[in-house]
């Protein structure tokens, strides 16, 4: 039986998959740099080595995020799955950290180019409303689904915007991504925590700076 199509629109509209990207971000490890100082990478397109293998408590942590935006049970998630999805999250945060509508066009074309099949439609076997994909298959591996349905999301969020779908906090003491849809002014912070931090330390520093002669 077909989930409601209002329900399951709404789930998976292009605004909601952005919005299960930058939470996925927001919680898959980071990756490590192995370059010594002063040295290029080798590669790259290659993803950095990972700063250790993901553990019970980052399955747990991706799995939450795919429950809470509808991913039906099972999830069967293992480590090497998050593993792939990290590696994915690094190319997918490029796009986040673009100045300008140009710059994440450029990463989005490259994505879309290395990784990703041909634009299809699918409704899972009669499980979902017809939707489109852009992953080689629909039994696919978790890193390859993410990586494509992101791109895909990501892809028509700045096609409608005609600016960067994302952002990283402007906050240095905060990496997490978010989407910055909206027809008000363009956001810097992540969120008001950061934002008020933010505006507090600036205030300190101006009221510690001397004042002209």
């Not at 980071?30 to 002063?38: A, K, L, P, Y």
């Not at 349905?149 to 402007?170: E, F, I, N």
Request: charge should be negative; charged fraction near 30%; proline fraction near 10%.
């Amino acid at each position: 039986m077909l989930p409601p199509t209002d329900d399951w629109s709404t789930r998976h509209s292009v605004l909601a998959v952005a919005r299960r990207t930058a939470d996925l971000l927001n919680v898959l490890p980071e990756e490590r740099d192995e370059r010594g100082e002063g040295e290029e990478r080798a590669d790259p397109d290659k993803p950095n080595l990972p700063s250790e293998p993901p553990g019970p408590a980052a399955v747990a942590a991706v799995a939450e995020v795919l429950r809470a935006h509808g991913e039906p049970e099972p999830l069967d998630l293992t480590p090497d799955d998050v593993d792939g999805m990290r590696a994915a999250a690094t190319r997918l945060r490029a796009v986040f950290a673009a100045r300008d509508a140009d710059s994440a066009a450029a990463v989005l074309n490259g994505l879309l180019r290395e990784h990703t099949g041909a634009l299809r439609l699918t409704s899972h076997a009669g499980r979902t409303p017809w939707h489109p994909h852009v992953d080689r298959a629909d039994d696919g591996p978790w890193d390859e689904w993410f990586l494509a349905s992101s791109c895909l999301a990501l892809t028509v969020l700045l096609w409608d915007r005609q600016r960067p779908p994302g952002r990283v906090c402007a906050s240095p003491s905060c990496d997490r991504v978010f989407i910055a849809q909206g027809s008000g002014p363009d956001r810097r912070y992540c969120s008001r925590r950061c934002a008020t931090r933010e505006r507090v330390a600036a205030h300190r520093r101006a009221a510690r700076s001397p004042e002209p002669s």
